[in-house]
């Protein structure tokens, strides 16, 4: 069993920054791979970001050069760093992995980026 609660959400104007952070109550290197996905309203989950457990990681077109993921293995914390923020970023950001063969996902953090 996995926990995985994210946190760091809220509303910005576009332009600005947030970082998320998605913490588990096991040792983040138990997991081959970290992911952030988000939902926007009417629209399917969508990747945006993952981290590898050897440190490689991975973009969605969308966010390549404005979020940066990275990891914490002290805190068992992965962050998502997001800047330049866009209206079109405004979603529910969920942090994701997969443990023995099962998907734990946390409960979501908002995310909103007004014009």
């Known amino acids: 069993q996995v926990q995985l609660v994210e946190s760091g959400g809220g509303l910005v104007q576009a332009g600005g920054s947030l970082r998320l952070s998605c913490a588990a109550s096991r040792s983040i290197f138990s997991f081959s791979v970290m992911d952030w996905y988000r939902q926007a309203p009417g629209k399917q989950r969508e990747l945006v970001a993952g981290i590898y457990s050897g440190g490689s990681t991975n973009y969605a077109d969308s966010v390549k050069g404005r979020f940066t993921i990275s990891r914490d293995g002290a805190k068992n914390t992965v962050y998502l760093q997001m800047n330049s923020l866009k209206p079109d970023d405004t979603a529910v950001y969920y942090c994701?992995?997969?443990?023995?063969?099962?998907?734990?996902w946390g409960q979501g953090t908002q995310v909103t980026v007004s014009s």
């Open positions: 994701r992995v997969t443990f023995l063969g099962n998907a734990y």
